[in-house]
């Protein structure tokens, strides 16, 4: 499972730049995606879990100074 490869922290984006956003997938769909996305190093997602909203980021926590608080998101950081 693709989704193995991230931490999840609830209730958290690490950014509102996205580089590429994916309407209506689940988790593992949005975890398979930024593992093999090509167009850039993709670290990490934030994912709205009531609209299904996968938004793929090569921002981290620690590039964009932390992360920030928000409901109904989760952010998953890529595991190196």
């Not at 190093?41 to 921002?59: I, M, Q, S, V």
Request: proline share 5%; aromatic share 12%; hydrophobic share 35%.
């Amino acid at each position: 499972a693709y989704e193995k490869l991230f931490h999840r922290l609830p209730n958290h984006v690490v950014t509102l730049q996205h580089n590429l956003k994916i309407p209506g997938v689940s988790v593992e769909e949005c975890a398979r995606r930024c593992i093999l996305e090509t167009r850039f190093n993709c670290r990490g997602f934030d994912y709205e879990r009531k609209l299904k909203n996968c938004w793929l980021t090569e921002a981290t926590p620690e590039s964009v100074k932390g992360v920030q608080v928000f409901a109904n998101a989760d952010y998953y950081e890529r595991i190196p």
